[in-house]
Structure formats: structure tokens, C-alpha cells
């Protein structure tokens, strides 16, 4: 498979999104696009890097668990943004990425998704993709962020998410669930536009301008989900999402608001049989 063409990425983006990019960088193969985002110099206040790699030998998910990245089976990328100052309600940045993601492909023609929280893009009740968001340190009183989206373009027969994964019976790719998939720069230039744009909408005003959009393409709500809490497991229903980006769960209990925790079970919503 050939190396992404730069020029090709640079050619939906907007006069906006291209005087606002520091560099974009290009990898056949790396260990992890996020890890190298965030060993590099943060971009200036305003302005945003982009690395995007056909192969990563390291790459991650939540809770340091790995994520498959079989060569030329996908597209991964990370997107480092600096904020002025401390921004409102990080917590919830990942959630607003995952609605630019979905604005994203609906772009290029790809409907049906859905988002599991707080990570997941979620075709046919199978992983499409998923983020990973970090947070750079720094001392200059800003915020750096580096946002890492992994999404299955091209899966080989068969592939193991192991306990990534529990959640859905498979992983699944836009060969799958489309007629054909744009081109990768095309993607990958149309991904790179939307991020930017949700980057500037969350830094002024917060997860709340996503909360609509979140719930219409939200696959856990009404399912039964069990979830792992760092001290217990919850079993309840999915009741959408709080404005801090936490994931709401109505038990026997009460309502449980989840700050951080891994769904390990989601049954089918009601009346879905």
C-alpha cells in the first residue's frame, strides 16, 4: 500500500484549518501517533499538529489497552490542539471528538453510526473506531491536547479486540458498511477539517454545544449495561450522558453518575427484542 499523499490530506480543508495548521506529518509505520504527538514541542496557542500513520506497531486504548492496528487495515490518527489557559470540562473533550467524527463520515456519505461512551464509534452494533484523548503536560499555563482516532477501514477476515472489545460481538470496517470507501486522503483530510472545528466549538462552549448531537447517536441509551467501577460493578440502564461528560446509569438505587468505568456488558435496547 502507498504512503498518504500530504497534498491529497491538505485539499478538503478549508483557508481556516490550513492557515491554523502547524505541521502534518505523515507515517507509513510508527509505534503510536499519539505517543509521538506527545513527545513533540506543543503547538501554539490556537493551532494544531497532525500525525497520521497506515500502521501502528503500539497503539492504544483506554486504560493502556492495546489496539489492533494491522497494516493497511486502518487509518490512525492524532490531532494536538492548545487551549489558552485551562479549558472547561476536558473530561468531556472526547465525547464532543466522537460527534466530529460521526460529522466527519457523514460528510463522505457514511451514515448509521452511533457512539458508545465515551470512546467507541460504533456500525452495526460492531467497532468501527475508537479515540484516545491525553492531556500534555506543560508549564506555559495552557492546555495541550493530543486526541488519537483509530478507525477500521479495511479488516482482515478475522481480528481480535480481545477484552477491548467485550462490549460488541465484532469489530467492523467502512469496506463493510459501505459501497466502497472514499479514499484514505480523503478521509483523512475530511477528519482533520472537523476536528479542527470541534476543537474551536468545545473551547467556547464546552460539551454543551455536543449534548444534542451525542444523544441522537447514542448507542447505549435505554440498553441494560453492566459497568466496572474502579471499587464495584453497576448494573442499570444507559441514561444518556451529564454535561461533564459523565455516563448516567439508572440502577435499583438510584441514578449513578460514571466518571470512569468500562461497560462490560450492553444488552439490547428495549424493544429491540
Do not use: C
Request: aromatic share 6%; glycine share 12%.
Amino acid at each position: 500500500m502507498s504512503k498518504l499523499d500530504v497534498a491529497g490530506i491538505q485539499q478538503p480543508l478549508t483557508e481556516l484549518a490550513t492557515s491554523r495548521l502547524e505541521k502534518l506529518e505523515v507515517f507509513s509505520s510508527i509505534a503510536s501517533t499519539n505517543t509521538y504527538l506527545m513527545s513533540q514541542q506543543p503547538p501554539e496557542v490556537g493551532r494544531y499538529r497532525v500525525a497520521i500513520a497506515d500502521h501502528q506497531t503500539s497503539g492504544r486504548g483506554r486504560h493502556f489497552r492495546r489496539w489492533m492496528s494491522a497494516a493497511g487495515a486502518g487509518l490512525y490518527m492524532s490531532f494536538s490542539y492548545t487551549f489558552a489557559g485551562v479549558t472547561r470540562e476536558l473530561a468531556g473533550l472526547t465525547l464532543a471528538i466522537g460527534v466530529g467524527v460521526i460529522h466527519a463520515l457523514q460528510q463522505l456519505g457514511i451514515d448509521g453510526l452511533t457512539l458508545k461512551w465515551p470512546n467507541d464509534i460504533v456500525a452495526l452494533d460492531g467497532k468501527l473506531g475508537g479515540i484516545l484523548t491525553e492531556v500534555q503536560s506543560g508549564s506555559s499555563g495552557n492546555s495541550t491536547v493530543v486526541t488519537g482516532v483509530g478507525l477500521n477501514l479495511d479488516l482482515p477476515e478475522r481480528i481480535d479486540f480481545g477484552a477491548e472489545s467485550d462490549w460488541a460481538h465484532r469489530a467492523v470496517d467502512l469496506k463493510s458498511i459501505s459501497d466502497g470507501p472514499p479514499a484514505r486522503e480523503l478521509i483523512a483530510g475530511t477528519m482533520v477539517e472537523q476536528l479542527y472545528l470541534t476543537f474551536l466549538r468545545f473551547e467556547e462552549y464546552g460539551l454543551t454545544e455536543f449534548m444534542d448531537d451525542w444523544r441522537r447517536h447514542d448507542w447505549l441509551l435505554g440498553r441494560e449495561i453492566t459497568v466496572d467501577l474502579p471499587d464495584k460493578q453497576i448494573t442499570g440502564i444507559a441514561a444518556g450522558v451529564g454535561r461533564n461528560g459523565s455516563l448516567l446509569v439508572d440502577t435499583s438505587a438510584g441514578q449513578v453518575e460514571v466518571i470512569s468505568g468500562s461497560i462490560v456488558m450492553a444488552g439490547p435496547r428495549d424493544g429491540d427484542g
